[in-house]
Every structure is written in C-alpha cells, then in structure tokens.
C-alpha cells in the first residue's frame, strides 16, 4: 500500500484524464504546472493510460491541485486519493489505514457529505451503485447527507478498461477520494467556434486552442503572439489566461472580415465581423494589443526578446494556401509605384516556412519562453530526428496515431539562447535543397 503523503510530505491525488487526445493529456499538466508555478510529481503507476485514464499524482498543497485542475482541458477531475485497491477488500484495508488527522476534518458533525459512484468503460446499475455505498458504512462519517449542496464530495471510481468486447465483471481496480475540482471542459462549448462571432474555414476548435495554451503555459500579463493569427481562435483562448494577445497574417481579407462568408447561411461578413470582435464577444478585449498584416517569412520587428510564448497553426496548403510575399523571377517594385502596388505572393514550402518559424522564435521568443505549433507527419516515418535534429533543445511531445497525415503538437523544453543551434540544422537542409534544385536536370 503507497503511503498517504510521500517522503517529502507530498499528498497524493488521482486525476481522472478525458479518454481524448491522449499523448497530449500529461505534457498538459505538466504545462499548467509550470504556468502556475506549482511543483508537480507524476507517479508510475504502471498503468497503461492509453486503456486506463487514471494517473496518480503528488503535489504539496491542495491550492496547488486546485490551480492545476482549474486550468485543464483535457482532465475530468481531480481527487485527493485515500485509497485504492484492485479487491473491494484491498480497497477497504487501504481506507481503514488512511491516517485518522487527514481524514477527521471531514468527518465532524457539523459538516455535510455525499458520494459518488462513477465507473470508466461499463454503465453501473443503481443497485450495483447502492451496493457500493453500503459497503463503505464502516467509514466514521458522523456528518450529515446532503445529496445537492454538500461541502464535500466524496469519489468512488472504478476502472473496467477502454475495451467494450473484453469488459470484466469486476473492475480492474477502484478508487476511493475526495472531490477537489473539475476540469474545464464546459468551458468548450462556450468558445464553440459555431458561436464566434468571426470564424473562417480553418478556424481552430475551442478546444484544442485551449490545450494548446496550455502547452505554451501562458500566464496573466504575459504577450503572445500568432504569426499565423488568421481568425484569432488562438488568441482568444490566451487572453482566457490573462495574456496580452497580439498576431500577423498575410491575407488582409481575414484580417479585416472582407469579402465571402464561410457561413452556410450568409453571403458576406458583416460589418464589425473581425478579430477584435471575437475578444469582446468573450469580455478578452482588454487584453488585444493588435494584429497586423505582414508576412511572417519577413519579420518586421527589430531582432530581440518580444514574446513569453508564439502559439501558433501555420497553413501548410492543405485546406489553406500556403503563401508569402514574392514573385518567381524576383523583379522590384519601383518605388513611385509602391503606393499603390499590391504585393505579389509565391508558393511557401514546408520546409521554409517551419525554418523561418524557429528563426523568429529564436529571434523573439524570451528567455524560458515557448513555441507551439502543429505540424503535419507521416506517423510512421515521423521522428524526434527527423523533426529538428539531433543537437536541437526541441522536443516532441505527441502526436496522434494514423496512416494518415495528421498534425502533431511540439513545444520547446525551453529557449536559453534566443540565437541557439535550434535553427543551424533547418538552414543546412534548406540550403542542401537549394542546391540540389540548382544541379538537377530535368529529362
């Protein structure tokens, strides 16, 4: 039986994970943790996550589990664990050996308490939910039942596995805790992207723009910044955290809500049908600093330390034109036309566009900051190698499962040198790409 508090007087906790988009769900927390400044431990349980979305963790107050799991997306709840047990009689001998000083404040007489019986991967009967509770009588609750405003909640959870051809008749293991807080989940249908007010055909979901803030640990009075802003979906869900939002996008149509509708029902945008619009539709408009039009390929900010975090979705030409500013023989604007020239765009190729995104990211990013973006693999072939090179402080932290391409989210352990060697690798192959367009002879 794992002890109560571990060696450094840490309490234990269970996080009950969202059973979707597992490979992100951990590199989540551990993000809000360091946005929240909280010192976090993941213990190994042994559990295969993937069929089992329990993850036991250890944090030294309970503020701090309530920071973490006030932020999540991607979590259904936090417990503070009591016990556990793969027997309903291990279950009990574990709750029995719960040290009387940690439980007792729950316990008196002039509190209130209910339960909770849940069940991951089977539905429960009542009767099987009343049995349940029934067997926990030896508990010395001496408080009152309040089904509906009790001051504290206490968790039966029992974990039958993701599989629904080889479901047990028992559970492969119960838990048992109190209730200290539910993700935010109902927070997605509330940035819904069908509800905001300016949406275009590549607008991100709510809820993966959440995670991906997360990801970036964006934090209250921090900047962020889109290169690729398009409508705003990113900015939206930073300025949820507090940051100051600011972004560039080379198409001034979706900038500025101009020409077609990409709703079913309306011709053409309205008139107030922007970016700025979809922060004061949520009450974030206080925190927008501005968007400008600019190709992100050429940056036009001085060469220092701008943002806490780039959080970004770059189009790779899949369902939007991957574009800058350019023309195939080169040719320059005279500069008495360059008051009305329009400039000109050329095809953008993955490979420069994700080089000059970590150049801008070496270049602006701050000390410790952090880039976030999506980036479309063959999973099969897909690599911590092949993504940014042997020597790069870049690591990967998941993408999902498919014979397809599918985008994978990646963030920087941290940036220590705004001119660092995460690039060199990017400009030598581009530069050995060049070269070989150079020497190949067409037949």
Avoid at 67 to 84: A, P, Q, V, Y
């Amino acid at each position: 039986m794992a002890a109560p508090i571990c060696s450094t007087g840490w309490r234990r906790y269970l996080l009950w994970l969202a059973h979707e988009h597992l490979e992100f769900r951990i590199p989540e927390i551990q993000s809000i943790a360091q946005a929240v400044g909280a010192h976090l431990e993941i213990c190994d349980s042994g559990y295969d996550l993937k069929s089992h979305p329990f993850v036991e963790l250890r944090l030294p107050s309970e503020e701090d589990a309530r920071k973490i799991i006030g932020r999540s997306f991607l979590s259904r709840c936090l417990l503070e664990l009591w016990g556990t047990g793969q027997t309903k009689e291990e279950l009990h001998e574990t709750l029995r050996d719960y040290p009387t000083d940690l439980s007792a404040p729950y316990m008196q007489k002039d509190t209130s308490f209910r339960y909770h019986v849940a069940a991951f991967g089977k539905t429960l009967t009542m009767k099987r939910k009343k049995d349940i509770i029934d067997a926990l009588d030896f508990l010395p609750f001496q408080g009152r039942v309040d089904l509906k405003n009790a001051e504290h909640t206490f968790y039966i959870l029992e974990d039958y596995g993701d599989d629904p051809t080889r479901t047990p008749e028992e559970p492969y293991r119960t838990f048992f805790g109190r209730w200290i807080g539910d993700g935010q989940r109902k927070l997605i249908d509330k940035y819904a992207v069908r509800k905001r007010h300016h949406i275009g055909e590549t607008s991100m979901d709510a809820g993966l723009s959440f995670v991906m803030a997360n990801m970036a640990a964006t934090k209250r009075n921090s900047v962020v910044f889109d290169p690729f802003v398009g409508t705003g979906s990113l900015l939206v869900s930073s300025a949820h955290f507090g940051s100051y939002v600011m972004g560039t996008d080379i198409d001034s149509h979706i900038v500025h809500g101009w020409g077609r509708s990409t709703r079913h029902n309306k011709k053409w945008r309205g008139e107030d049908e922007n970016i700025r619009a979809n922060l004061r539709q949520y009450g974030l408009e206080h925190r927008y600093l501005d968007v400008l039009i600019s190709d992100a390929a050429r940056s036009v900010w001085r060469p220092c330390q701008l943002f806490d975090a780039i959080v970004t979705d770059p189009p790779y030409g899949i369902r939007e034109a991957s574009q800058r500013v350019g023309t195939k023989d080169n040719n320059f604007v005279r500069e008495e036309d360059c008051d009305w020239h329009s400039p000109t765009k050329t095809a953008y190729t993955l490979s420069d566009l994700l080089t000059d995104l970590l150049n801008y990211a070496a270049q602006h990013l701050t000390v410790h900051g952090r880039l976030v973006y999506w980036l479309p693999v063959y999973r099969p072939e897909f690599s911590q190698l092949t993504s940014a090179g042997d020597s790069s402080p870049w690591r990967r932290s998941g993408s999902t499962r498919s014979l397809t391409p599918r985008r994978s989210l990646l963030t920087p352990t941290e940036n220590t040198t705004p001119s660092g060697t995460s690039t060199c690798c990017w400009q030598k192959r581009r530069n050995r790409n060049r070269e070989r367009k150079k020497t190949h002879k067409p037949r």
